[in-house]
């Protein structure tokens, strides 16, 4: 940036990609927020992002449709002898009929973010409003919580400051969730802490304090990136707790990850992986591939022209979604 007459700093950037993008000010090394822009947590801290109109967005655009809540909710784990949150998308006719219950989506955010981030940078209720009001998914409730468990050791260390930038040079890209430019250092993946916090603890709170069908065949779990990883690691060691699995820019389920098949096919509905173009999905299609020529309903997406950014998770939660519940 450039400091004009005026006193005004000034600053461009490179063409941007669509969809959103975290960005942040380096002032004398000092990372901060830009004060005149809403603030989003990702990369293990509260920053800036900007949104960059996407030419599908119309998939996730606010319209004149019935709207479902989205609701912050406190809920005490014993584990952890603390009030944690989570976030609930209840859908537009849930205050309707009292008698109606309803599916349960366990949808997981990436390293470095927290339970925010599908309601604000995943634009959760938007596209679930408008897949509902188009009659191409069936109404169901999704619970977002925090993957990072107080006390435990688990998901990505903190990144480290970047460098002051030199006068004139662009300042360092922000740490982006789990991936190329994301947080620094050998992630440490220990899920087994949040596994018994959403098993023992969040499923059966959700249970009982929403009108959901408490039963494994109307359960879903999926992730993206870290989240993608502990879903695949969760659902396979509780397959008698989730039958619609997705994964997002987070690996796949290979044949070799299966170690009952006949088991597998009978309690998995969908397997659904997906991911942006840009990134390194091969692996993941050709696992796809495998389960379904082993007779297991599995689908891969591919998001065009992204890589590991919101844009691709959420088109991959507007294609997950209609696969889920169904007869």
Known sequence: ????????????????DEGFHYYQIVVDGAQVPDPNSLYFYG???????????????DFYAL?????GQLRETPFYSKR???????FVYTPPDYEKNPSKRYPVLYLQHGGGEDETGWGNQGKTGPIMDNLIAAGKTKPFIIVMASSYVPGAQMGFPRP??????????????????????????????????????????????????????????????????????????????????FSHIGIFSGGSIA???????????????????????????????????ALQQAGVKSVFYESPETAHEWLSWRRSLYQFAPLLFQD
């Open 160 to 241: 480290p400051a970047p460098a002051a930038a030199q006068p004139g040079a662009p300042a360092p890209a922000p740490a982006g969730p789990g991936g190329p430019g994301g947080p620094g250092g050998p992630p440490r993946f220990n899920f087994s802490a949040f596994e018994h916090v959403l098993v023992d603890e969040l499923i059966p709170f959700i249970d009982a304090n929403f009108r959901t069908q408490a039963d494994q065949g109307h359960r879903a779990m999926a992730g993206l990136s870290m989240g993608g990883m502990q879903t695949k690691q969760i659902t396979l060691a509780n397959l008698d707790k």
């Open 255 to 289: 044949h070799s990850d299966i170690s009952d098949m006949d088991s597998f096919k009978k309690n998995v509905k969908v397997v659904f992986v997906s991911y942006g173009s840009r990134e390194r999905g091969a692996t993941g299609k050709a696992n796809v591939e």
């Open 63 to 67: 319209k004149n449709v019935p709207h």
């Open 80 to 86: 952890s002898d603390a009030v944690l949150r989570c």
């Open 1 to 16: 940036m450039t400091k004009g007459d005026d006193g005004a700093w000034v600053g461009d950037t490179r063409p941007q």
């Open 43 to 57: 990369a293990s801290r509260w920053g800036s992002g900007v949104e960059v109109p996407a030419h599908d967005q």
